[in-house]
């Protein structure tokens, strides 16, 4: 079936240092959604990348989709404690009903 | 901020047992959804809904899930005969639209199956 694979894992910085998380398919995307999950909470969208070679920034974070549409990025400038989390990237697996496709994750621990 | 409801914030259920989750989507939205994720992994897209019926179900959502809108704002999930297996967080999600949309998501509803 339809999969995102998603690295790494886990992920510990030292408060100021930059992170990035890298969302990959073996087969073309039509878009894709990343989403940030506090511990204990419930995913929040984050932001949707529809055009190849896109670029979006909010604040600190810089979201890219790969030209093939195959790949995705995440990265986080200067980490701060607020940004820890877990980061999924999500495929929306049909055109018409919506169903989102989440990769595995990675769980972001920021060293104050 | 309009937000997605869900109740309760923890179910704890014998094995075997029937359970009904319970969720208020975003009133304006059209598209509704449930999804599941089993402690320490990937959130699971468990089935779609739109127009009163299933739009997609994933090979999770067998006979044992139903869902349903029973009047305009509640969407439920019962889960029948529970196994200990279906312990996971249940999130509720709708969506404006169908695609390229963002999904607001509830709480969650922690279900423990003992």
């Known amino acids: 079936g339809q999969q995102v694979m998603q690295i790494p894992q886990y992920q510990h910085v030292q408060e100021g240092e930059d992170f990035t998380t890298y969302c990959n398919s073996s087969t073309t995307l039509s878009n894709i959604q990343w989403y940030k999950q506090r511990p204990g909470g419930h995913p929040v969208f984050l932001i949707q990348?529809?055009?190849?070679?896109e670029v979006k920034k909010q604040k600190r974070l810089t979201f890219q989709f790969g030209e093939a549409k195959k790949n995705s990025s995440l990265h986080i400038t200067a980490t701060q404690t607020t940004d820890v989390g877990t980061y999924f990237c999500?495929?929306?697996?049909?055109?018409?009903?919506?169903?989102?496709?989440f990769g595995q994750g990675t769980t972001l621990q920021v060293k104050p | 901020e309009p937000e997605v409801t869900q109740t309760p914030s923890h179910q704890v259920t014998q094995m075997g047992q029937e359970v009904i989750l319970r969720c208020v989507p975003i009133s304006n939205h059209l598209y509704f959804y449930w999804y599941r994720q089993i402690l320490g992994q990937k959130v699971e897209f468990l089935v779609s809904f739109y127009n009163n019926e299933i739009s997609e179900k994933s090979e999770i959502f067998d006979d044992q899930f139903s869902v349903e809108r029973p009047d305009g704002s509640n969407f439920t999930l019962k889960i029948r005969s529970t196994k200990l297996e279906d312990s996971a967080m249940y999130f509720c999600?709708?969506?404006?639209?169908?695609?390229?949309?963002?999904?607001?998501f509830g709480d969650g509803t922690r279900l423990s199956i003992l």
């Open positions: 999500a495929e929306d697996g049909s055109s018409n009903t919506g169903k989102l496709i």
């Open positions: 990348l529809v055009k190849s070679g």
């Open positions: 999600a709708s969506s404006a639209t169908n695609s390229n949309q963002p999904q607001h």
